[in-house]
């Protein structure tokens, strides 16, 4: 049966990395790296809300950096803030908030066991979407 779509973004200060899910809701593939000057949040925002409205996709799954504590983060409060701030354009948009902190140790762990090299990964980074 077909999914709607998700949305993954993954906000960085001066990046936010952008990735759809399939329809079927089994994988997702990465579209873009969106750049900006640091701290401009307001230019991701209308990057957002313009590949959403191309896409006709009203789902999205963002990533939230807490402490391997569980506390918030500086990078974690940008993010909640960043929710908000969709959410303040667009209120019936569903935004869940993703636990980043075991996604690239869980990502590395399965590389290994398929026995493939982490520098598999782009620039030998992962980020992983169960």
């Known amino acids: 049966m077909l999914q709607p779509r998700i949305l993954g973004l993954d906000l960085g200060t001066a990046t936010l ?5 399939d329809s079927l809701g089994l994988a997702a593939h990465g579209v873009e790296t969106f750049r900006f000057e640091p701290g401009n949040y307001k230019k991701a925002r209308e990057r957002v809300m313009e590949f959403l ?17 569980g506390d918030v983060s500086e990078r974690s409060q940008s993010a909640i803030r960043f929710k908000d701030d969709l959410l303040a354009i667009m209120p019936n948009l569903k935004i869940t908030m993703i636990d980043e902190r075991m996604t690239t140790m869980l990502a590395n762990k399965r590389l290994l066991e398929a026995d493939k090299p982490i520098s ?6 992962l980020s992983l979407i169960k």
């Not at 409205?53 to 504590?69: D, F, R, T, V, Y």
């Not at 598999?120 to 980074?125: D, F, I, K, L, M």
């Open 120 to 125: 598999a990964a782009p620039n030998g980074r």
């Open 17 to 21: 990395g952008m990735a759809v899910s």
């Open 53 to 69: 409205a191309k896409e006709n996709i009203n789902e999205i799954a963002l990533g939230l950096p807490l402490h391997m504590s």
